[in-house]
């Protein structure tokens, strides 16, 4: 990342709040959700902000690039959508060695059976809110990676999240249109979830 510097904790408190949750929404793959992920949470980390990962993905592709696919932890993002987790986030750290502020939660195939529990449960929507809210990351950021589809775990970190991104590719006219309407329909889909989770949540 060219052009970066670091920032003062009083320069960083203007430019931006801390303890912001971000998701990256979209019901389309091949958009760059990951690679938009684990860049700005670099560019974050290379300014002096502290950024935990979340990787919601049983195909893992943020775990993957950024570099732990291999690497051995006490868990996933499967452990913390589990019933019985006590707050033991298992996190890693990305990148050792350049940069020591962001950290990772790895995503993978255990959160398949996830899936199929969050379906099961009726709070289900709102397990990783639950999480967050009882056993809060000290992050100035947290970064969620969603799959590409609309449920129910990216719903789980809409109702997480301060802050929603929903990246779109650029492309020829004809698949602008499709795309263009995509867009509209996962729009009215987030309006409505997060309509009715405000008003579960007043």
């Not at 690039?65 to 996190?91: I, R, S």
């Not at 709102?126 to 449920?151: G, Q």
């Not at 929603?164 to 020829?172: G, H, T």
Request: glycine fraction near 6%; charged fraction near 25%; charge should be negative.
């Amino acid at each position: 990342m060219t052009g970066s510097r670091k920032y003062s904790n009083q320069e960083r408190e203007k430019i931006m709040p801390a303890n912001l949750t971000l998701s990256i929404e979209t019901n389309a793959g091949g958009v760059a959700k990951s690679t938009i992920s684990y860049n700005l949470a670099y560019e974050l980390g290379v300014r002096g902000y502290s950024v935990a990962l979340l990787d919601i993905d049983p195909n893992e592709s943020l775990t993957l690039f950024c570099g732990l696919g291999e690497f051995k932890t006490q868990g996933t993002m499967a452990n913390v959508y589990h019933p019985d987790f006590n707050g033991n986030w298992p996190l890693v750290t990305a990148w050792q060695g350049k940069i020591d502020k962001i950290q990772v939660c790895k995503g993978g195939k255990e959160l398949h059976e996830t899936i199929r529990e969050v379906s099961k449960d009726l709070r289900g929507t709102y397990t990783l809110a639950d999480r967050l809210s009882d056993y809060p990351l000290s992050h100035d950021f947290v970064i969620i990676d969603c799959p590409a589809t609309l449920e129910p775990l990216p719903l789980t970190a809409l109702a997480a999240s301060s802050h929603v991104l929903i990246p779109i590719q650029p492309s020829a006219t004809k698949v602008e249109d499709i795309q263009q309407e995509q867009l509209r329909d996962l729009l009215a889909v987030l309006e409505a979830k997060a309509k009715e989770i405000r008003k579960k949540l007043d």
